[in-house]
């Protein structure tokens, strides 16, 4: 009576079956590809590999088919063929390395097979047969084999040539392909050592299996290293870009704060006057009261929504009920005019600047806007000027224009070197964001003499602005910047923000 096994259940069976054909098209997906990624950029890693790998190679062939013809008794012909498949690996590895793992491996079967072959065959055996004379010279008879001094189943060279291949094979394709080339590795010579094997011979599998593993190691390190380094730099962009869209949005949300107060005091106005209007009349309709009166309800309307957007921009956390502790200014401060420009160059003279001021034309009436805009340009060049010219003098000029105001605001040369900067690095973007509100130019180079000189015109009766500061969905959130408004890399004493 025939005793029979447990049979594994169909669900089970056919679990097998498809966990192995994952594992085999995985394996196919893998290293049965052309695709790898390019050599890392680097120079050494660019020019002088394959000068050496060329070299290495031509040592390899040269050795691999001395050392198989002579050692390992194969045919001289056919040891060069299986030396040129394992050499061309090496050569073919610096572009197609998985197809040149492929051809090392096959380079290293053949060998292997050819040697063994000699191995199991024993001495050869002289064709003639007839008895030859005690004074007779011997007849020579070519007797190879490969002795117990033959390494196997790798040969030096061809070990030598595989951890080529495997370097440049880790170097450029994801780390699980060069996992799984070396697995195959160590399987192939696991079955040709430990379940083939052949007569006498100098193993050479834990030697190759070590040495292999730690080429791969090193190679999947560096490129670790190298993708890492990629992504820095990619995140260095995109922190850049994501800096350089908040320091707009926040200039433009400071210049809608600024303007709230102008644009209140005019709705403040309108508002009155219409309540006014009506006792200035003897006996007016009713049809005027009544435009009046919905001129005036308008004009409260949007006094309470300009409060309501103020409370969210001078708050930096627009829930909170107040604005934050020791801010820059008290929330209803009124905003500055040109009035008070001569108490801001007093404040810089105070914190060790010397600044000159003069004016030039008829001084005339502005919009507030204008004056507001010249006032924060004055303050943020002169700002500049403190942190990033040490020792320079500066000088303020107003010139007064039919059709506006020039503001010039310049500096000497620095007599030493400035401190290391503390700003966001973008001055000139809220003075280009202030001008460009009121439809002005703006300009910023540097003089002749080593100084820097900052000069804006703003007109008087600018249409208005090609955007609107305060609407989300205006501005474009992507500045682009010229190279005067870059940050603290560049020698210009006047290109960063200061607030």
């Given at each position: 009576m025939s005793r029979v096994g447990p049979v594994k259940p169909r669900g089970e069976q056919k679990w097998v079956r498809d966990r192995g054909r994952r594992v085999l098209r995985v394996l196919r997906d893998d290293l049965w590809t052309w695709r790898a990624d390019p050599l890392p950029p680097s120079v050494w890693l660019r020019r002088l590999p394959h000068g050496i790998v060329c070299l290495a190679a031509l040592?390899?062939?040269?050795?691999?088919?001395?050392?198989?013809r002579e050692n390992g008794g194969v045919e001289p012909g056919f040891a060069f063929v299986i030396a040129l498949a394992e050499a061309g690996a090496m050569v073919l590895a610096l572009w197609r390395p998985v197809a040149a793992w492929w051809l090392s491996m096959a380079g290293m079967l053949v060998g292997a097979v050819a040697v063994r072959a000699h191995m199991v065959a024993g001495p050869a055996v002289p064709a003639h047969t007839d008895p030859v004379p005690a004074h007779a010279d011997p007849v020579p008879t070519e007797v190879v084999q490969a002795g117990p001094e033959f390494t196997w189943p790798w040969t030096a060279a061809g070990l030598i040539a595989h951890l080529f291949v495997l370097l440049l094979l880790a170097l450029r394709v994801r780390t699980r392909v060069s996992g799984e080339a070396l697995?195959?590795?160590?399987?192939?010579?696991?079955?040709?050592?430990?379940?083939?094997?052949?007569?006498?011979?100098?193993?050479?599998?834990?030697?190759a299996l070590i040495l292999f593993t730690v080429v791969v190691v090193l190679g999947m390190a560096l490129r670790g290293r190298r993708e890492a380094r990629s992504q820095l730099a990619r995140q260095t962009?995109?922190?850049?870009?994501?800096?350089?869209?908040?320091?707009?949005?926040?200039?433009?949300?400071?210049?809608?704060?600024?303007?709230?107060?102008?644009?209140?005091?005019?709705?403040?106005?309108?508002s009155i006057q219409a309540q006014v209007a009506p006792h200035l009349v003897a006996d007016p309709p009713d049809e005027l009261?009544?435009?009046?009166?919905?001129?005036r309800q308008n004009a409260l309307e949007a006094l309470t929504e300009l409060r309501r957007v103020l409370g969210v921009l001078r708050s930096e956390h627009p829930d909170a009920p107040a604005a934050p502790e020791g801010g820059d200014a008290a929330p209803h401060a009124p905003q500055p005019t040109l009035d008070?420009?001569?108490?801001?160059?007093?404040n810089t003279r105070a914190a060790g600047l010397t600044v000159t001021t003069g004016t030039s034309g008829t001084r005339r009436p502005l919009p507030p806007g204008v004056e507001l805009s010249a006032y924060r340009i004055?303050?943020?060049?002169?700002?500049?000027?403190?942190?990033?010219?040490?020792?320079?003098?500066?000088?303020?000029?107003?010139?007064?224009?039919?059709?506006?105001?020039?503001v010039e605001v310049s500096n000497t040369r620095p007599t030493r070197a400035p401190g290391p900067s503390q700003g966001a690095g973008h001055g000139l973007l809220g003075m280009r964001e202030r001008?460009?509100?009121?439809?002005?130019?703006?300009?910023a180079d540097p003089l002749p003499d080593g100084g820097y000189q900052v000069a804006a015109f703003l007109p008087a009766d600018a249409a208005g602005p090609p955007h609107h500061p305060g609407h989300a969905s205006a501005p474009d959130p992507t500045p682009t910047l010229t190279p005067d408004s870059d940050s603290d890399s560049g020698p210009n004493p006047t290109e960063d923000d200061t607030r």
């Open positions: 040592g390899v062939l040269v050795g691999d088919a001395a050392q198989l697995a195959l590795t160590a399987f192939v010579t696991y079955l040709l050592q430990g379940v083939v094997g052949a007569p006498a011979y100098l193993p050479t599998d834990q030697l962009s995109l922190t850049a870009e994501e800096r350089a869209r908040r320091t707009l949005l926040e200039e433009r949300s400071r210049i809608a704060r600024e303007l709230h107060d102008v644009v209140a005091h005019h709705m403040s106005v309108i009261k009544e435009n009046l009166d919905g001129i008070r420009l001569d108490a801001l160059v007093e004055v303050q943020e060049a002169l700002s500049n000027v403190l942190r990033h010219a040490p020792g320079a003098d500066a000088g303020v000029h107003l010139t007064h224009l039919p059709t506006g105001l020039r001008v460009a509100m009121l439809d002005g130019s703006l300009t």
